[in-house]
Nanobody
Framework: QVQLVESGGGLVQAGGSLRLSCAAS????????MAWFRQASGKVRESVAA????????IYSDSAKGRFDISRDRNRNTVYLQMSSLNPEDTAVYYC???????????????????WGQGTQVTVSS
């Protein structure tokens, strides 16, 4: 089964940018829809962005639209989340996840994702 390891989190000032990476092993990301979720302290986990197996379809949460960009590099077996115009409300642990779905499908439902990384902390200071 696929294993996922996130990296790229850290502390950034409001208005800044970060790029998160999710490196997959034990399987090809081409076999999975991929997504980023986040969980702020004391809040439920929420979807941020998702991308289909071939990368042709994406879904963004309302808060991520226009600021975040999800992409995938099949050669590197890695998924990215480029985040810009960050604000303190983006502070959370960010998780990468993989779902076995049909090749053209994309989903932002947490229940569809069977494989999860350990998370990476993103902190945005005001």
């Amino acid at each position: 089964q696929v294993q996922l390891v996130e990296s790229g989190g850290g502390l950034v000032q409001a208005g800044g940018s970060l790029r998160l990476s999710c490196a997959a092993s034990g399987g090809s990301i081409g076999d999975y829809a991929m997504a980023w979720f986040r969980q702020a302290s004391g809040k439920v986990r929420e979807s941020v962005a998702a991308i289909s197996r071939r990368g042709g379809r994406t879904i963004y949460s309302d808060s991520a639209k226009g600021r975040f960009d999800i992409s995938r590099d099949r050669n590197r077996n890695t998924v990215y989340l480029q985040m810009s115009s960050l604000n303190p409300e983006d502070t959370a642990v960010y998780y990468c996840a993989a779902a076995r779905v049909a090749i053209l499908s994309v989903t932002d439902s947490e229940n569809d994702y069977a494989y999860w990384g350990q998370g990476t902390q993103v902190t945005v200071s005001s």
